[in-house]
């Protein structure tokens, strides 16, 4: 079966599906796991090499997945416990230190829910570049020189995402630049419960299916650190996934939809909240990372 899944968590688990459900050590592949509180798990995935890249169909590099139960509209404390593994995680990944420059990136489209998690996440984000301009500061011990970017999309803006953020990036010369985006899922309910995070960069709307270019560090000249939330799911993967116990014959299933099927992207009804929610943890973690003499997780 040909799932479409962002998530490197996922792409194990299928691997291990089709191994009759065992988990498996992949050649150039390890997984460690961390159970950070009852309701946060987190996942680590770091791909070593060429052939644990191709059996796991994504780059070399790490790839860190939190799930937090019953963090959407949920208690307070589930909410700081994941921004406490955000926040541990995203460190070890951007190391402070006092003359520390970063670019985050909120890719996506603010106008369309499911696409809004970047813009979301950035407006929450504190920038500091100016105050540095203004003082005429280099380093500061509590916070780093932060900048943030919301490029739009293309039909709006009339240039590629890419172009705009290479531009931001001449401009700021960052360390690091962390992208927010939103991604797809195999699984509708990691909608409400998952994070993604990988050093490998990302592709801007790869999650709503409107594929630009990359962004990695070959493509801007520095680090590219992604975090992403799943917030769709594609209509002939959620059919599949949930009939997959019950087709006589799910190859051919799989043909019939693509022959005769219209392509859809998906999402849940709760999709507002699910954006609010993670948006906020997101910037808090980033905040706390970026500024961690200011905020503290």
Sequence with gaps: MNYRTDLAIESKEMIDESNKGKKIEIPGVLVDVDQYDPNVKVTRIKIDDEAGSRTMGKPIGNYITIEAKDLVDGEEEVKEATVKALT??????????NKLKALVIGLGNESVTPD????????????????????????????????????????????????????????????????????????????????QITDTGISPGSGTGNMRKDLTEKSLGTRVVAIGVPTVIDSKTLILDNLSGYLKEPAEAEKHIEKNGQSMIVTTTDIDQVIADFSDVIANGINNTLHPGIYSS
């Design 88 to 97: 541990a995680e995203l460190s070890k990944l951007i190391k402070f230190h």
């Design 116 to 195: 809004s998690l970047g813009p979301c996440t950035v407006s929450k984000v504190k920038v500091t570049r100016h105050m540095f301009i203004i003082t005429g500061a280099e380093a500061d011990e509590d916070a780093g020189c932060v900048s943030a970017l919301i490029p739009g999309v293309m039909y709006s803006t009339g240039m590629e995402s890419a172009e705009l953020i290479r531009s931001a990036v001449n401009i700021t010369k960052p360390e690091v630049v962390i992208a927010v985006d939103a991604l797809a899922a195999r699984n509708v309910d990691r909608i409400s419960s998952t994070i």
